[in-house]
């Protein structure tokens, strides 16, 4: 998929090529519409981070401290907000520390328009899930997307239950960063061209008490296609062509 990094959304010129985010050049330092590539910042035309006590990041806004700017760190962390996680000593991760005030419920989206020549039908998505399992209460990370007219966050999203996820409730006393690879197909998409995809990955508290685990989402890749009809026509012929060899065999 050709992609460009376009104010407004990442922008879909062809089809059938991954697109990926990795979050190697992430330092935790906020969100941006206009990213100095030297600050490790995201650029907020794409991402939009919702459900922290400092507010939300809208798309094209400017967060660059507090809750959505806790810098880099190996986990293990107290505050609440937005880091980008060492899971290894070579790998950084778009990282969340829940609290009781951020993400309980939260949001990362991403913004994605359709424009190429093609009406999409169908979404394959896959991405890793790390978790720090370091605390005694259970939170979720789910998956859900929608498709929109509009550029803005669509009041509802499709939730895929099978890429939802619970960390555990009891901690693990010698708690690593593990990693949960997670991936789907999404057929009969409606994703016209001009139209918006948003993919959404939200948290919230499920069971336990005290506090929670952390969680770094990494190596998101998106491939979208356009799958043609099967006219009645080329229905017809094969039907048509299979009569024909039939009969040969009598």
Same mark, same amino acid.
């Given at each position: 998929m050709a992609a460009s990094q376009m104010n407004a959304a990442v922008v879909i010129t062809a089809l059938d090529t991954?697109?990926?985010?990795?979050?190697?050049?992430?330092?935790?330092?906020?969100?941006? #519409? @206009? #990213?100095?590539?030297? *600050?490790?910042q995201l650029d907020s035309d794409n991402w939009s981070v919702t459900g922290?006590?400092?507010?939300?990041?809208?798309?094209?806004?400017?967060?660059?401290?507090?809750?959505?700017?806790r810098g880099t760190s190996d986990?293990?962390?107290?505050?609440?907000?937005?880091?980008?996680?060492?899971?290894?000593t070579t790998n950084t991760a778009l990282g969340i520390q829940p609290i009781a005030e951020d993400f309980t419920p939260g949001s990362f989206i991403l913004r994605l328009? @359709?424009?190429?020549?093609?009406a999409i039908t169908n979404l394959s998505v896959s991405y890793d899930l790390f978790v720090l399992n370091n605390d005694?209460?259970? @939170?979720?990370? @789910?998956?859900?997307?929608?498709?929109? *007219?509009?550029?803005?966050? #669509?009041p509802s999203f499709n939730n895929v239950a099978e890429l939802n996820?619970?960390?555990?409730? *009891?901690?693990? *006393?010698?708690?690593?960063?593990t990693r949960n690879s997670k991936s789907t197909n999404i057929p009969f998409?409606?994703?016209? #061209?001009?139209?918006?995809?948003?993919?959404?990955?939200?948290?919230d508290d499920v069971g336990g008490s005290g506090s929670r685990d952390e969680f770094a989402l990494d190596n998101i890749s998106i491939t979208v296609s356009a799958v043609p009809e099967i006219s009645s026509t080329f229905m017809g012929m094969i039907v048509c062509v299979g009569l024909f060899h039939r009969r040969r065999r009598h």
């Open positions: 991954p697109l990926v985010f990795d979050f190697q050049s992430f330092t935790g330092s906020g969100f941006s #519409p @206009n #990213p100095d590539p030297s *600050a490790g922290l006590s400092d507010g939300d990041v809208a798309f094209g806004g400017t967060k660059t401290t507090g809750d959505f700017a986990g293990g962390v107290a505050t609440g907000g937005v880091y980008a996680f060492k899971t290894s328009e @359709n424009k190429s020549l093609s005694d209460r259970s @939170n979720s990370f @789910n998956f859900g997307f929608q498709v929109s *007219a509009s550029d803005t966050i #669509p996820y619970t960390s555990e409730g *009891a901690k693990d *006393a010698s708690a690593a960063w998409l409606s994703f016209e #061209p001009d139209e918006f995809l948003f993919l959404r990955w939200t948290g």
